[in-house]
T-cell receptor
């Protein structure tokens, strides 16, 4: 089984709808991240969480919110989806026990289309 | 401003034709440089971490090196299955967000048989 899973894998929705993307991990890592990837722009950080009680905004948090329900679960919500939020969304984790400056491990991604 | 620039944007090689990908970075207090491989529609797959200038890491046909300003990913005798986008990322001392990664836009590698 995959260490980092994301649901759904694909989602088509309409402008104005509320959408939730979910991420679960079995790696036992403390840190979790949400990124979006757009052609030509690379990966950009939306939100990150260093533990259940710690939530931080990333580079592009406007229009998004997150919830860290447990160490293993981190959800991303689009309160009112708009077409320019069409992108690939990735969840990632890293292990604080290995030090703060170590690699992140990515999930398979969610392809979101907002019409 | 902290940033990562990868070149070339795209690279086409014949099978067996060795080459290198470049990652130039500007970061306040480099703490780590990371290479990832990404196949279309999939999540980035971790390859290497380099922490200090002079460090080298190898995995099969790939070898990553690091200087104070850039990193190279050398591909020796590539095969078609090495075709992918290769991403470079750095982390450094950014105030309260230590450990967050700054990504380059990637190099898309195509290896033809």
């Amino acid at each position: 089984d995959a260490d980092v899973t994301q649901t759904p894998r694909n989602r088509i929705t309409k402008t104005g709808k509320r959408i939730m993307l979910e991420c679960s991990q079995t790696k036992g890592h403390d840190r979790m991240y949400w990124y979006r990837q757009d052609p030509g722009l690379g990966l950009r950080l939306i939100y990150y969480s260093f533990d259940v009680k710690d939530i931080n905004k990333g580079e592009i948090s406007d229009g998004y919110s997150v919830s860290r329900q447990a160490q293993a679960k981190f959800s991303l919500s689009l309160e009112s989806a708009i077409p320019n939020q069409t992108a690939l969304y990735f969840c990632a984790t890293s292990d604080l026990r290995e030090g703060p400056w170590n690699e992140q491990f990515f999930g398979p991604g969610t392809r979101l289309t907002v019409l | 401003e902290d940033q990562v620039t990868q070149s070339p944007e795209a690279l086409r090689l014949q099978e067996g034709e060795s080459s290198s990908l470049n990652c130039s970075y500007t970061v306040s207090g480099l703490r780590g440089l990371f290479w990832y491989r990404q196949d279309p529609g999939k999540g980035p797959e971790f390859l290497f971490t380099l922490y200090s200038a002079g460090e080298e890491k190898e995995k099969e046909r790939l070898k990553a090196t690091l200087t104070k300003k850039e990193s190279f990913l050398h591909i020796t005798a590539p095969k078609p299955e090495d075709s992918a986008t290769y991403l470079c990322a750095v982390t450094g001392n950014y105030g309260g967000s230590q450990g967050n990664l700054i990504f380059g836009k990637g190099t898309k590698l195509s290896v033809k048989p």
